[in-house]
């Protein structure tokens, strides 16, 4: 008799048994529809109410079996990014063996839609995608709260990738609780900037501009998902680090500008920037809105995505 593949007290998704064949996981980027920094803490980072939303841009990984651990990576940006044990799939790999008692084997391949520095947590991304492949491929078979607790030691966004959908972040943004939004599509258009902005920078010139705000919880943002009226969530929309990245960046003003004069509901900086993102009224508005800002040749690139979609899932 084989032995069955899930055992009843498991997630439906999460077998125990170890892949013999190759581990292919999708990893969605986020936006924040909303995001209010609060103030230093003692550990140096920045208290934050956030409503993370993970978007229909996609990096994926591919773990297979072998001796040692190893990362080769295509596509967006790759040629700026380390291969070593810095890189942050690198990390999470370390640091799901260490939770496990794993030998730390596998070779991953990382194939990059989303741009690195970018304020679209590809990095993070990235990690949550390694954890979800190697827990696969060895077996471990760890639930998705299990991979958030280890995401948490490794980045502040990386338990949402791990979820993904719409959620609620607090603490460092480490603390993400689901947004139930009823199954509803939202339409966002990312103007990719030329260079990527480094985040700690970002946070640093939001201390340095005393740029906080009075913003409390976000519960007209919450209103307006569930009303699913785009034009009603356009005037909820809330940035923070929008005027620390609009002040290193002042060009991104016009890329704001020109997503409007393209008629999008509503422009922001997405996170720490420098992408800007639109929202829509539905796909074809945003198709609209998307060739608007290519002929207007204020970014490197323009992309259409939909949210929310699931986090690091396998394929
Ligand atoms: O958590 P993560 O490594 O992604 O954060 C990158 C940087 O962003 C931190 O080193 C810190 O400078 C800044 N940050 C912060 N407060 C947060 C999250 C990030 O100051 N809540």
């Not at 934050?48 to 295509?74: N, P, Q």
């Not at 471990?140 to 958030?148: E, N, P, V």
């Not at 970014?299 to 986090?311: F, K, S």
Request: aromatic letters at 4%; glycine letters at 10%.
């Amino acid at each position: 008799m084989t032995e069955p593949l899930f055992s009843e007290d498991e997630e439906f998704d999460r077998p125990r048994l170890a892949a013999h064949g190759p581990v292919r996981v999708r990893v969605p980027a986020k936006i924040n529809l909303h995001l209010h920094v609060g103030p230093v803490r003692s550990d140096g980072f920045h208290e934050l109410t956030t409503v993370y939303h993970a978007i229909g841009l996609y990096d994926e990984i591919t773990a297979r079996r072998g001796d040692t651990l190893t990362l080769t990576m295509e596509g967006e940006g790759t040629g700026e990014l380390s291969l070593g044990e810095d890189n942050l799939v690198m990390r999470a790999v370390r640091a799901l063996a260490a939770e496990t008692g794993h030998d730390a084997h596998a070779r991953l391949h990382l194939k990059k839609q989303i741009p690195i520095a970018a304020g679209l947590a590809g990095g993070s991304a990235d990690a949550a995608a390694a954890l979800v492949a190697c827990d696969q491929l060895w077996g471990t078979g760890l639930s998705r709260d299990d991979l958030a607790v280890i995401a948490a030691t490794l980045g502040s966004d990386i338990p949402f990738l791990v979820l993904g959908g719409t959620a609620l972040g607090t603490g460092r943004g480490e603390l993400v609780s689901p947004i139930l939004t009823g199954g509803h599509s939202w339409h966002w258009v990312l103007a990719v900037a030329e260079e990527g902005l480094s985040t700690p920078v970002v946070y640093r010139a939001f201390d340095e501009l005393d740029a906080h705000t009075s913003a409390g919880p976000p519960d007209g943002l919450m209103a307006a998902l569930r009303q699913r009226n785009p034009e009603v969530l356009a005037g909820e929309l809330a940035n923070d680090l929008q005027a620390a990245a609009l002040h290193l960046r002042p060009e991104l003003q016009q890329v704001l500008d020109a997503g409007l004069d393209a008629g999008a509901l509503a422009g922001m900086i997405s996170g720490s920037g420098p992408t800007c993102v639109f929202l829509a009224e539905d796909a074809r508005h945003a198709a609209l809105i998307a060739a608007d800002l290519e002929e207007s040749r204020c970014c490197r690139a323009v992309r259409t995505a939909v949210g929310p979609v699931p986090g690091a899932r396998v394929l």
